[in-house]
T-cell receptor, first 112, second 115 residues
Framework: SQQGEEDPQALSIQEGENATMNCSYKTSINNLQWYRQNSGRGLVHLILIRSNEREKHSGRLRVTLDTSKKSSSLLITASRAADTASYFCATEKRGGFQKLVFGTGTRLLVSP | KAGVTQTPRYLIKTRGQQVTLSCSPISGHRSVSWYQQTPGQGLQFLFEYFSETQRNKGNFPGRFSGRQFSNSRSEMNVSTLELGDSALYLC??????????????FGPGTRLTVL
């Protein structure tokens, strides 16, 4: 079974707007990663945040991590139509040895 | 550097057959992980190999097996295929330097359809 739950399950916005996705998980983690997937293709790594970090930025992406609440959020600013994809959070448990546990994903649709 | 490659990209098999999928990691990466993605169960971890040894295993039946070669290339095998094995099979590689924060890089996947 999946560890992470993401919400919303689907998000529809206009180009230029910001998109926020949330992820919750259940156990202690080493790190949390966000991935993007276009139309059932492979996963593209977006950003990794370690358990001792609270916030991280990469271009138009901002990720926060709250280990006390076991939750993370991904913010995409100034969205573009090309951002249309499914977004997954994935956690690596302590002692997980590269085993990622994925969330259920958020389907983002950005309309021109 | 070339990315993770997976072959074949698409595969159609019938129930009871077996199948072998191949994954070539990014050059220099020693860890290869396999994941199954289905609409019902989402993305699930199958197993991970490092230096030709299975280091971690998910909750899948013994019909699912894998191996890794000395050049880090990996194969996974599914025997006695069932309809429920229809899925996108994703391979990921990482440097696995000993750190627990290695980024995993995914291939495009193999779409397996079992009829």
């Amino acid at each position: 079974s999946q560890q992470g739950e993401e919400d919303p399950q689907a998000l529809s916005i206009q180009e230029g707007e910001n998109a926020t996705m949330n992820c919750s998980y259940k156990t202690s983690i080493n790190n949390l990663q966000w991935y993007r997937q276009n139309s059932g293709r492979g996963l593209v790594h977006l950003i990794l945040i370690r358990s001792n970090e609270r916030e991280k930025h990469s271009g138009r992406l901002r990720v926060t991590l709250d280990t006390s609440k076991k939750s993370s959020s991904l913010l995409i600013t100034a969205s573009r139509a090309a951002d249309t994809a499914s977004y997954f959070c994935a956690t690596e448990k302590r002692g997980g040895f590269q085993k990622l546990v994925f969330g259920t994903g958020t389907r983002l649709l950005v309309s021109p | 550097k070339a990315g993770v490659t997976q072959t074949p990209r698409y595969l159609i098999k019938t129930r009871g057959q077996q199948v072998t999928l191949s994954c070539s990691p990014i050059s220099g990466h020693r860890s290869v992980s396999w994941y199954q993605q289905t609409p019902g169960q989402g993305l699930q971890f199958l197993f991970e190999y490092f230096s030709e040894t299975q280091r971690n295993k998910g909750n899948f039946p013994g019909r699912f097996s894998g191996r890794q070669f000395s050049n880090s290339r990996s194969e996974m095998n599914v025997s006695t295929l069932e309809l429920g094995d229809s899925a996108l099979y994703l391979c990921a590689s990482s440097i696995s330097s000993g750190s627990t924060t290695d980024t995993q890089y995914f291939g495009p996947g193999t779409r397996l359809t079992v009829l």
